[in-house]
């Protein structure tokens, strides 16, 4: 196993030079990196085409354009972010004057998956530079191109004792999970995030997790159907349903399950119809995903080419809890559809699972909204709408339970590299005697 000591050594002894807390400094190193974004743009969507065949559209829409978006955000709020935040402070300190310090935590390992492998490993990047820490980003393996261009990107632009990559796969991941970070943002999936979690143990490293499960989408009989549909479909099989927060199957009610189908199987002809499709990762994932074809009945699409790794975006009905395809998060472009009669009954069987990172309902009720979030626990989501959440810069993104801890984007992203150093500035022109444990005699002075 190769060691990163030396690396890790390197980005300390920087950190402790001061130089990446200055505002100027940080503000500097985002605009090098949004000049470079824009410059590699070309390669890095050719990278991401080459890896997992996404589209031009898709590859800007959900990878290099959010972070353009994400880093335009950051350079303009930074400035406000960084001060020391004056907080109120309680009449038993009168005299004193209290502040909250965002200080950066040192150095970073940031840990990232393939499924939007340029997004996930830069946007983290991004809160951990605003925030003034040095950085190791640790891209996925499974997409070797854009890993190697974005390799490429921070080479350029930065000295490593500073923000460094390092490639490689589960191996170099454990290696440098063998040395002392001062932060660690791990995104991927629930069973590796403990493995990371168990490695920050070692040093109490303050750990982020971004991880997986399965996001329930419901909708419900009085839901704009067409409009849910649409949505819906776009939302899952989008990047072949490689997203964490995908809706990974769907509660419909009965009473309007057939229409919504019908709608249903509109709109996937109409926004993937005749489009070349996402590849799937890997033929694991490939053999993993057929596995599921058989099971329920295929209400729509069913065709997989293991030569191009695709597969058709798939709507299965007839789906209960007790088909495999239940069991774990999805991740692929295949939609098991359950009914129910009575909404108790769905939110009863999410409360019997893991805490979903993402929920999605559909319907044109508040009473209805007002219950399923007073009682459902849940990382993010929507009401009538499925994705979106995660493109606003304003609402943290994160899990709950085992779908993480932690948050980020936009100020989040700021605050989770931060740590937040709370400080009594206290007066010398007069003492209160009355914390002193002489207190009699305390009186007397006064
Ligand atoms: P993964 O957990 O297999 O891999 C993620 C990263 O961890 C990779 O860089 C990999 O090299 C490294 N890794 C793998 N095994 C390791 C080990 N034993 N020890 C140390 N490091 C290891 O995840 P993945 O397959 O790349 O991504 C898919 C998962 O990620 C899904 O579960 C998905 O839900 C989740 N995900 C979550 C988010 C989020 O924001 N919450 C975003 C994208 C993906």
Redesign the pocket.
Known sequence: MESYESLVTKQRDFFRTNQTKDIAFRLNALEKLRSAVKLYETELITALNDDLNKSEFEAYSTEVGIILEELRFTISKLRSWAKPVKVKTPLTHIGSASYIYSEPYGTALI??????PFQ?AAAPLIGAIAAGNCAIV?????TPRTSEVFSKIIREIYPEKYIAVVQ???E???SL?QEKFDKIF????????K??MEAAAKHLTPVTL????KSPCIVHEDANLKLAAKRIAWGKFTNAGQ???APDYLYVHKGIKEQFLSFLKEAIQEIFGGRSLTRI?SERHFNRLTSFLNQGDIFTGGNASREELSIEPTVLTGITWEDPIMEE?I?GPILPIMEYKNLDDVIESIHTHPNP?ALYLFTEGTGIQKKILNSVSF?GGCVNDTVYHAASPYLP???VGT??IGAYHGKSSFDVFSHKKSVLKQTTLFDIPFRYPNVKNALKSI
Request: with cysteine; net charge negative.
């Open positions: 840990i990232s998956p393939w499924n939007y996930l640790k891209p996925s393996e499974l490689g796969g589960v170099t991941s454990q999970l791990f995104t991927g999936s629930v069973s590796v995030g493995t990371v971004e991880l997986g499960g997203t964490c927060i990762v998060e991740f990172l990382g993104f994160g899990g779908s993480g």
